[in-house]
Each structure stands twice: as C-alpha cells, then as structure tokens.
C-alpha cells in the first residue's frame, strides 16, 4: 500500500511552494519523496519532479492548437490526462516500492467542484495503484480578513470535499502572513473551527457592497453549518513545528500512521534527537514533543499530550489587541 497527498487550492495559495517545502520536511524524517507535477502550467518548478505532465501534454501547445483560454485549455489536459491513465501508471509504478507520493494540481478550482476529469484520475490511480491518499486543500489565510471572501472560501472547501471523496484537510496557508491584509474580527479559532457564523453577517451588513446580497449570504452560511464538515488547520511553511503537525493530521487521515506507527515513531525521533539543515526553517524545533505524542499513540492507540495548537499560532503570529471580539 503507497501512501500520499493531493494538493489541491485556488491560485496563489502555495501549492507548489508547499510541495516542495513538504517533500524536504519528509525526506529529513526518512521517507523517500516522489513530487508528480500534474500542472500543465507551471513550467518553472522549484522541486525536483519524478513526473511531470508536460512530458504528456502541454498547456501553451492546448491553446495554440485548439484556440482555447487558459481554463479551457486545463480542462482539456485534464481530460487529455484521464484518456491517457496508462502513462500516468507505467510512470508511477516504479516509485510504488518505497516512496511516498505528493501530487501536484492545477489551481483551477473547478477542476475539483465541477467538472470530474481530476476525479476520475485520482480514483483510477486509487483502484489501480492501491494507493491511500489525503487531499490537502490550501486556503490562503489572508481571506479571513475579509467575510465576504472567507466565506467563499469555505464554499469552496466544502464543495471541494463532497466532490473528490477522500480523507480531506483544509489548510490555512501562509498563516504567518495572516495579518498582512489587516485585522481579524474575530480570534483566530474562530476561523479555524468554523464557529457561529450569524456574526460575520453583521461584519458584512456594514459594506455596502454586501448589503443587497444579505439573504444569500444568510442562507449560504446555513448550508455551511447544516453540513458541519468544514475546518482547518493552519500552516507556516517555513516552520518545521507547523509542518510536523500537518503531517501528523496527514498520517492520521490516510492510514500511514497505523500501517506503521514504529516507522513513525523512528521518524519524529529522527527530528528531536538533534539539529537538521532545512531550507524552511526559522523558529525553533519542537519535535520532542512529537516523540512523546508517538510514543504514546504506541502505547495507548491515541495520543495524550497533543491538544489544540491554534492558540499558540496566533500568539505567534498574531499581535495582541484588546479590541478582538471574544464571541
């Protein structure tokens, strides 16, 4: 069984530099790494890919040849993509002894809420390759400044789930740059757990611009919560403690964890016992702590020490004000 993540998000929202900073955090804890580039269009890769489609087809040759948009001609490559599976797999089968897979997608989003070709590559290569994947969807953090656009954002993220069908995590990418773009309303868990949302409605009442939309916005905030599915966990690229932790959810929700929790264990420990050279680094390390947390889900099948670190991320990130609504 291989094991392996779908990275998925809009534009912008670090998919490729997150493949190559995750490919480098795993391979100091000792997994073989293989990055698949299934984006037609980016033709500059900081990463070293195993795969890449435009050995298959190419995104500017599409347009050239058919007169189609940047859109349109992603939809055909993914379509081209799915027509040509057989490649994809005599491609990957070599690396199905000992590596772990990250698979590198476009940014068009409706690519994985509307149309199905990226569906039907990913369930194929499931059902064929015996492969065990999570979605990873990245959100660019800076959208929780505004609630028009963090609401979309979990509009994307739920139809995103209930599309492509597999053990999902939703990311907040770039949460050291959450403050960029402005202040929160609310604090950061807020977000993070997608909690009431009838109190954004009264932040977006005092835009004008939203005022006319006040109804939808109010129903669609209802579908959100009926549904219940929607939170995420934040990341800091650059941070090996804010990696570590999204690998662990990672682990978790694709079964890597419990096909080889000693493996695990040997891994994190790797990182506590000492120094390592890591391009993204910057804070300190805190893997002895991941040891503890390994050790126990060893001992007693789930772990005992780990609990919320959201509280942490926004005092690290996050500059203090007295004027945050608590509710």
Not at 51 to 59: F, P, Q, S, T
Not at 117 to 122: G, L, R
Not at 194 to 202: A, E, I, P
Not at 310 to 315: C, G, L, M, N, T
């Amino acid at each position: 069984m291989v094991f392996g993540q779908v990275v998925v998000g809009p534009p912008g929202s670090g998919k490729t530099t997150y493949c190559n900073g995750m490919s480098q955090f795993l391979n100091l804890i000792g997994r073989k790494v293989a990055v698949i580039n299934l984006d037609p269009a980016n033709d500059s890769l900081p990463y070293e890919c195993a795969v890449n489609i435009e050995d298959l087809v190419k995104l500017s040759d599409v347009m050239v040849e058919h007169s189609l948009g940047p859109n349109g001609g992603l939809v055909y490559c993914m379509d081209y993509l799915e027509k040509n599976i057989d490649w994809l797999q005599a491609k990957l089968e070599p690396l199905l002894k000992d590596h772990y897979l990250l698979f590198d997608f476009p940014g068009q989003v409706e690519l994985f809420f509307l149309h199905s070709n990226a569906k039907k590559v990913i369930m194929k290569l499931i059902k064929n390759l015996n492969l065990r994947l999570t979605a990873v969807h990245l959100v660019d953090a800076h959208l929780c400044s505004d609630p028009g656009k963090y609401i979309s954002a979990l509009l994307l993220s739920l139809s995103t789930m209930l599309h492509l069908e597999l053990p999902h995590i939703n990311v907040l990418s770039k949460i050291d740059l959450i403050e960029s773009y402005g202040k929160l309303a609310f604090n950061l868990d807020f977000y993070t757990d997608v909690q009431d949302l009838s109190y954004l409605q009264y932040h977006l009442g005092q835009d004008p611009r939203s005022t006319k939309y006040r109804k939808l916005t109010k129903e669609l905030c209802e579908v959100i919560e009926n549904f219940g599915l929607v939170s995420f966990t934040t990341l800091d690229i650059q941070d090996k403690e804010s990696v570590g932790n999204l690998v662990k959810l990672i682990d978790k929700s694709n079964g890597y964890i419990f096909a080889g929790m000693e493996q695990s264990a040997v891994e994190f420990s790797k990182i506590a016992v000492g120094a390592v050279d890591w391009d993204y680094y910057r804070y300190p390390p805190c893997f002895l702590v991941f040891t503890k947390v390994m050790l126990e889900i060893l001992k007693f099948g789930f772990p005992l020490t780990l609990k919320s670190t959201v509280a942490a991320v926004q005092e690290k990130y996050m500059k203090d004000d007295d004027n945050i609504d608590d509710d």
